[in-house]
């Protein structure tokens, strides 16, 4: 079984906690507005069902415009401890993170670019490396709205 979610701060873990114990895979669209926290409320809703789930994939799909201002550093290292905690996830076999970055203008900043795909190395340690994880990250500019 599989549930597409697009996220909203509507108490996802409630939500998806009913079916905690059949959901496979889960996938998270994400959009990134001025000043947020990346991932918004989503890491908070996945605490709910950690040691109740039979997950074994997620996948989170991220647009971020580059005119806005996005957080690159410790707020993303919280999906990586989330995930890697143990017996949290005990079927977990694979995380993707895809990160859009959505050029408005003409704009592209070369320094968040690089924060951005650095996120891999620098925050998301523990599932880079695990051997019991595919984790796959990935970091790419897009035209405007097409990457969700």
Known sequence: MSCDVSFADIGLGAIICASAKT????????????????????CPQLEKIQNTNVVESIWVNI????????KTGEEWGVLDDLLTRPRGWPHLKR?????????TGGWEDDTFDGKMQSLALSQFKKLASSETIDFIYTCKYVSGYMAL
């Open 95 to 103: 995380v993707v993170v895809e990160a859009h970055l959505a050029v």
């Open 63 to 70: 647009l971020v415009f580059t005119d806005t201002v996005c």
């Open 23 to 42: 959901l496979k895979t889960l996938r998270f669209r994400l959009l990134i507005r001025e000043n947020d926290d990346p991932l918004g409320e989503l």
